[in-house]
């Protein structure tokens, strides 16, 4: 059980998540996924949410 932990450890994707603001009691700012190097902004937690879920089920379909 253990080997399996430490396996999907090493194959969680790292996001960082930049807060630049919090207007109409939501955050806005950057993410980026530092695997793929990419960065992209959003506008509310909710899109934050579904922009790091699109692309960890993006990865694991590769």
């Given at each position: 059980?253990?080997?399996i932990e430490k396996e999907n450890l090493t194959n969680t994707p790292t996001f960082?998540?930049?807060i630049k603001s919090?207007?109409?009691?939501?955050w806005q700012g950057r993410l980026t996924w530092v695997e793929?190097?990419?960065t992209t902004s959003f506008r509310?937690?909710?899109e934050l949410m579904k922009i790091m879920d699109?692309?960890?089920?993006n990865d694991e379909e590769d």
């Open positions: 059980m253990k080997n960082l998540v930049e919090c207007k109409n009691q939501s793929k190097n990419q509310s937690a909710l699109s692309a960890v089920s």
